[in-house]
């Protein structure tokens, strides 16, 4: 079990990790996510206690990760910043680090075989694919055959084969009882990956709940609809037992010239407000349900992220990004 | 490459996990590892070799062959003074180089290639994993540099018998030889040290080379007796002492004196390292 409580760590004037609380509970996938910049990371170094927090405690089944006796055989991590020496073999790597617990020389074959590295066991670290640093990593990770594990973006530039092999070692781990904290800085790969979710922004805690629970807070029953009788249709979704509220234009471009106005309803399925509209005439410039994970996630952080994330390439364009009425604030 | 099948790591005991702690066998068999796996300690310590033996066989051999030579007569008289010391100084000034270098990179290395921060991971006593590693490094030194003054003190020694013989039985001769081993080591934890303050594999080289070559000579330029003190108190004024089996005109301090000084300066820049160690972030 992992335990952080009102974590604040100040780099210079910039707030990092900002009065953050938490706990990791052993036995599922717990995903850590928030935009880049958000502080997982920085999270993560200082409940590994290679950073050093301005006020608050982090704990690893209770200890700080200073007093465990023999940390790699309680705590394995994968950071994302690279941790092996170019020169040195992948095998001498897991070596250097097994001797520090007494571990066997054995152990390490073992997790070499378990990552899928034993036929480059002796080759040069720095030759090695993303992929294979990656594995690596989860090897080094693995070495003390831990309780705890902490891993930071550990799909980051893997191919698919590579993301699946993690996620069901995640997965397979968290069965076999052991506390996993994945940090990720996307939304769909945690959705698929973690059980429960801990979202943070600018070093805040935004929500932590069960992963569908917080997909199901922030997307269900939120629909856009834009329409030129916007009056006319507030009044039958109210009646069907439906909230309208106006939509906020959230600084974007008007819609061009149609005057239709944008509104946010909640409580009703996209179909119904269409079935709506329909009975009474009413035309629809718009109707989306916003469903979307990325959509959820970026809602939940919006406002928390460090650089700006409108006009995202590769985003179809969204003038008016729905700023949630729910889920938002908690 | 084949993905593996995520199957469960095998089995660690839990009560051995439960009462394993960290001990010092651990830990230094894990430095040493570290240490001897990577090229540039066996490429740095082969250039010591070289450079320290081959330099100051080359120097002897120059220095016989141009015997009584034309204004050679102060550099004889030194030598004929003190043999040992001028065979170890012609090779080891250039040859310590290396080991300043080697001592930086020990550490340094650690932060560029942010190695430091699997080696925090598995060793998160911070002071116990500089100790280790200064363990294992000053050991190896020893074993090298004092093959190595041997090694030239002996052929050096060769050389130069036709003109003065020199054997280890001479007075302070051993003294000088062993000495000079002890010093060399010490420099690389002096480096190392240097390195594990600076953090930068280039900055704390110059930072390294700076005080050890070029301090000297700059405060060699200082006037006066103070001047003197001052450059006869220097880490590597005081170190080369213990490899002197005179005295020279102007030292400040006794072979044992200065090798202690030097010492001294190791533990206040190892102790800085260790101290700046805990409280940094890593």
């Known amino acids: 079990m992992i335990e952080v409580s009102d974590l604040t760590k100040r780099y210079g004037d910039k707030v990092a990790v900002d009065h953050l609380s938490f706990t990791v509970e052993p036995g599922r996938v717990t995903g850590f996510l928030g935009p880049n910049g958000a502080g997982k990371s920085t999270t993560m170094r200082l409940v590994l206690g290679l950073d050093y927090p301005n006020t608050g405690t982090a704990t690893i089944n209770g200890k700080h990760y200073r007093e465990l006796p023999s940390p790699l055989r309680t705590v394995g991590a994968l950071l994302e910043a690279k941790s092996v020496h170019g020169g040195r073999t992948a095998r001498n790597h897991l070596l250097f680090l097994a001797q520090t617990q007494g571990l066997p020389r054995s152990r390490v074959d073992e997790v070499l075989g378990l990552v899928g590295l034993q036929e480059v066991a002796d080759k040069r670290a720095g030759s090695f694919s993303l992929g294979m640093s990656q594995r690596l990593g989860i090897a080094a990770a693995l070495l003390g055959d831990p309780q705890v594990l902490l891993l930071d973006e550990p799909v980051n530039g893997l191919d698919p084969e590579g993301v699946l092999w993690i996620r069901n070692l995640m997965k397979q781990l968290a069965t076999e009882g052991r506390t996993i904290l994945v940090s990720s800085h996307l939304m769909n790969e945690m959705a698929v990956t973690a059980d429960y979710l801990i979202v943070i922004g600018r070093g805040k805690l935004i929500v932590e709940s069960s992963t569908e629970d917080v997909i199901a807070r922030s997307t269900d029953k939120s629909v856009r609809v834009r329409t030129p009788d916007a009056a006319r249709l507030t009044e039958l979704i109210t009646a069907a037992g439906g909230t309208s509220a106006p939509g906020e234009n959230g600084g974007g471009p008007a819609a061009p010239g149609n005057g239709a106005e944008l509104l946010t309803v909640t409580g009703l399925p996209a179909a119904r407000i269409g079935e709506l509209a329909a009975s009474a005439s009413i035309v629809l410039h718009e109707l989306t349900p916003v469903a979307s994970l990325e959509e959820a996630f970026m809602e939940l952080t919006s406002g928390s992220v460090e650089f700006g994330r409108r006009d995202r390439p590769g985003q179809p364009s969204q003038p008016d990004p729905v700023n949630a009425t729910q889920g938002g604030a908690r | ?282």
């Open chain 2, 1 to 282: 490459m084949t993905a593996a099948t995520p199957t469960a790591p095998a089995q660690v005991p839990a009560a051995a996990a439960a009462e394993h702690r960290q001990g010092w066998g651990g830990l230094l068999a894990s430095e040493w590892t570290k240490i001897r796996s990577v090229r540039s300690t066996v490429w740095t310590l082969l250039l010591f070799v070289v450079i320290s033996i081959g330099l100051g066989a080359l120097f002897t051999w120059l220095t016989v062959a141009n015997w009584n030579g034309p204004r050679a007569a102060p550099r004889d008289a030194r030598v004929i003074l003190d043999p040992v010391g001028f065979i170890l100084g012609a090779g080891l000034g250039l040859g310590q180089l290396t080991l300043c270098v080697l001592g930086v990179l020990v550490i340094s290395t650690e932060y560029s290639t942010g190695v430091i921060r699997a080696s925090l991971l598995a060793v998160p006593r911070r002071l116990k994993m500089l100790t280790a590693k200064s363990v294992v490094f000053a050991a190896l030194l020893l074993v090298v540099a004092e093959i190595v003054v041997f090694g030239s003190f002996f052929l050096g020694a060769a050389i130069l018998h036709s003109h003065v013989p020199v054997a280890l039985s001479d007075h302070n001769v051993t003294r000088a030889v062993v000495g000079s081993g002890l010093y060399l080591t010490v420099l690389g934890l002096f480096s190392l040290a240097i390195g594990a303050i600076i953090r930068h594999t280039a900055g704390a080289i110059t930072t390294a080379i700076g005080v050890v070559f070029v301090l000297p000579i700059l405060s060699g330029l200082l006037p006066g007796s103070w001047g003197a003190h001052i450059n006869g108190y220097l880490p590597e004024q005081a170190g080369v002492l213990i490899g002197q089996s005179q005295p020279a005109a102007g030292d400040v301090l006794s072979a044992w004196e200065g090798f202690g000084v030097f010492c001294l300066w190791t533990a206040v820049l190892l102790a800085l390292a260790g101290y700046l160690l805990q409280r940094r972030d890593a």
